[in-house]
């Protein structure tokens, strides 16, 4: 059972990774203006927005995918609701502290870097709810087997 949870772990971890390399890709596609120098200086700023939250959007999956490892307690992993936890739990912590932070100003959400971001997100809750089904199936075909 350790092997299998490593396992998903891992392959949580190269989501994460794949992701944010994408999200980087889409970050850096972002077309400068050319203008005077309060576009420039916007420009700049709109740069350094988007790498801080890339920053913070690595950390933050890296961080959701350690819960994984408490699926190696038998009663969490017996739990399908404890195990959903483990998989998208902080995810959707994550999620709705973003939201929650960015429906105060309502003008966050018109922001472009807000926008990919929030998408991004999703992706990964997406992700991690089919890997949760695929753990699932797996343990109750190593539940069968023993």
């Known amino acids: 059972m350790k092997k299998l949870i490593f396992k998903f772990w891992i392959i949580n971890f190269l989501i994460s990774i794949v992701l944010f390399i994408i999200y980087r890709i889409v970050i850096i596609e972002t077309k ?12 700049i700023l709109d740069i350094l927005l988007n790498i801080i939250l890339s920053t ?5 999956i890296l961080i959701c995918s ?17 195990s959903l936890l483990t998989f998208l739990g902080l995810p959707f912590i994550f999620i709705i502290t973003v939201i929650i932070i960015l429906a105060t100003d309502n003008q966050s959400f018109k922001i472009r870097p807000m926008q990919i971001f929030g998408a991004f997100s999703l992706i ?12 699932r199936r797996k343990t109750k075909k190593h539940e069968l087997n023993e």
């Open 56 to 60: 913070v959007y690595l950390i933050g």
């Open 32 to 43: 400068a203006t050319d203008g005077d120098w309060f576009e420039n200086f916007i420009a």
């Open 66 to 82: 350690l819960p994984l490892f408490l699926n190696l307690k038998k009663n969490i992993r017996n739990n399908y609701y404890m």
């Open 124 to 135: 990964y809750i997406f992700l991690s709810s089919i890997q949760f089904l695929l753990f």
